[in-house]
């Protein structure tokens, strides 16, 4: 494409502008425009008209306004050749992408599986026109701020995503390619919708664990395996619900476990995971997780495998006649809620009594031991109350051994020359962002940016101060583990220890002195203030942190 390249301020068709560039796929670009006509937002992905798929992904996308949904980005207009560019114009929202949510961390139980059944639902309305997604992922699922979800690239990502981009070798065996049923044969249309369904699956994986089965993808780290066949969620990470982990393994148990009946189709996920997702507070799970917090290796130990991976003691079996098949229809959602919790009141009754009496206990002892120790000796002398303890410890300013950019989801550097101005002592030098265009979020393009400041050593951070040139801004902070002795690159490697929502020019957070312990401070910009009318610009004069050690 750099032989014909699109810059902003570029107008095609007569009326829409090209602002801005959000992203690139398999040798297409997406621009952010505005429909000068309608005065609205618009996407357009282009791809050079020489290229071998460019009449397949017109194709692909004219088949896509087949499906009367509007959970995928509408196709508004298709262009086959201008500027020497085929072309595809959607709707614009304003949404992140599912893969950028889960590298900061796994969603709950209950929002995973509503994602997930809003996309199936919407996939199963594809499926039932002839229409398939074939490259469904964290990619291609955009979250809005409401949870509301939008898919995009319906038919046309599988399409940029086939080999025969190199001149001369023609598309992949299959015909147009185009996402339809027109690929040629009724087993291709199979082997289409089982790679939606296996998609699904391995989205609601992804929600749970933050981790991608089948390898590194989507900027996530590999789901773990053992004994070549994936575990379970539930193995994964603490905290994943029965029936939702359920749902996962019949999607991508080959076979499911316990002998449970497989999930073959988008409308049969959409109803089990509308079901699914029992809140975390409301499991009495004894289950812990295979992996540890910052490990990503499997515990091996037979007894650990045992206890996490014992096959549930199955119900009878279903009988033959009529009435088998209400035998195994799975039960409804207040039934299973009413079935689900009382066993979690009765236990929760059983450990408020077993707590009022170790109290009980404890406040009798605390008593005889008072007045032993009142009694005793007029000579016996106190005793030591040993060292001073980090948080009684006196707080003083601690000085950064450098800082940088951190900008791990875009395009990896942002001004890093003036990182080291925030922390120079001189509120007249500072920071600043680039200039994102017509929302504060960044544009749009990505979920924050910030400065990462180095404390030498791991500190225990009591309070900090950050100064802004501007103002509102709506900011996080971000620690490393202690032990995190190399700058972080990711976002996953830290963990968020304070929000922040339209703070002023100067924006102070108080800890515990023993609360946030780490030598990698991040602050994370989410909201920009407004610099210009539709413009919007972060600024960090000054950085200052107390802390103990």
Not at 27 to 39: E, M, P, Y
Not at 469 to 474: D, K, L, R, V, W
Request: charged share 20%.
């Amino acid at each position: 494409m750099d032989s014909h390249p699109l810059q902003s301020g570029t107008t095609l068709a007569g009326r829409y502008r090209i602002e801005d560039l959000v992203g690139e796929r398999g040798g297409s670009r997406t621009w952010r425009a505005v429909d000068v006509i309608l005065n609205r937002s618009v996407g357009v992905q282009a791809l050079p008209s020489e290229d071998p798929r460019a009449l397949a992904f017109l194709e692909a996308a004219r088949q896509s306004t087949a499906v009367p949904d509007p959970r995928f980005l509408r196709v508004l207009d298709v262009v086959a050749q201008e500027a020497g560019f085929a072309y595809v114009v959607r709707e614009w929202t304003r949404a992140v992408q599912l893969a950028v949510l889960l590298r900061e961390g796994p969603l709950g139980n209950r929002r995973a599986a509503i994602i997930v059944a809003e996309v199936a639902d919407a996939i199963a309305r594809a499926h039932e026109v002839g229409v398939y997604h074939q490259e469904l992922g964290p990619g291609t699922i955009l979250v809005k701020d409401n949870d509301a979800v939008r898919v995009t690239g319906l038919g046309t990502e599988h399409v940029l995503c086939l080999a025969g981009h190199v001149a001369g070798q023609g598309l992949r065996d299959g015909g147009d390619a185009t996402g339809s049923t027109g690929q040629g044969s009724t087993y291709a249309a199979v082997l289409a919708e089982q790679a939606d369904v296996s998609a699904l699956g391995r989205t609601l994986y992804a929600c749970l664990v933050a981790r991608w089965p089948g390898g590194r993808d989507f900027g996530l780290p590999p789901a773990p395996t053992e004994h070549a066949r994936l575990l379970r969620p539930r193995q994964v990470r603490a905290g994943v619900s029965r029936d939702v982990d359920a749902v996962c393994d019949q999607i991508l148990g080959r076979p499911p476990r316990h002998g449970a009946a497989p999930l073959r189709s988008a409308r049969d996920i959409a109803a089990s995971t509308r079901l699914a997702g029992e809140d975390e507070s409301l499991l009495d799970d004894s289950a812990p997780s295979l992996i540890g917090g910052a490990s990503a290796t499997v515990a091996s130990s037979p007894a650990g495998r045992e206890a996490n991976d014992a096959p549930e003691v199955p119900g009878p079996p279903p009988t033959e006649g009529p009435g088998a098949s209400q035998a195994t229809t799975p039960p409804t959602g207040s039934s299973r809620a009413t079935s689900s919790r009382r066993p979690v009141v009765v236990a929760r009754a059983l450990v408020a009594a077993a707590v009022a009496l170790l109290i009980a206990v404890a406040a009798v002892l605390a008593y005889f031991v008072g007045r032993h120790s009142t009694t005793g000796s007029a000579s016996s002398s106190p005793e030591s109350t040993g060292p001073t303890s980090p948080a009684a410890a006196e707080s003083h300013p601690l000085h950064p051994r450098g800082i940088v950019d951190f900008d791990p989801l875009g395009d990896l550097t942002e001004n890093p020359a003036e990182a080291p101005n925030a922390i120079d002592g001189n509120p007249a030098t500072g920071w600043t962002t680039s200039q994102y265009q017509t929302d504060p979020h960044l544009g749009n393009l990505k979920p924050g940016v910030g400065l990462l400041v180095d404390l030498g050593a791991a500190k225990d951070i009591t309070e900090v101060e950050v100064d802004f040139g501007a103002s509102p801004t709506n900011y996080e902070l971000w620690a490393a583990p202690p032990r995190v002795s190399q700058f972080p690159t990711a976002l996953t490697e830290l963990r968020r220890v304070a929000v922040r929502r339209h703070a002023p020019a100067t924006s102070r957070t108080a800890f515990p002195a023993t609360s946030v312990k780490t030598r990698y401070l991040l602050v994370w910009l989410t909201r920009l203030p407004e610099e210009s009318p539709g413009l919007y610009r972060g600024v960090i004069d000054e950085i200052a942190v107390q802390g103990v050690g």
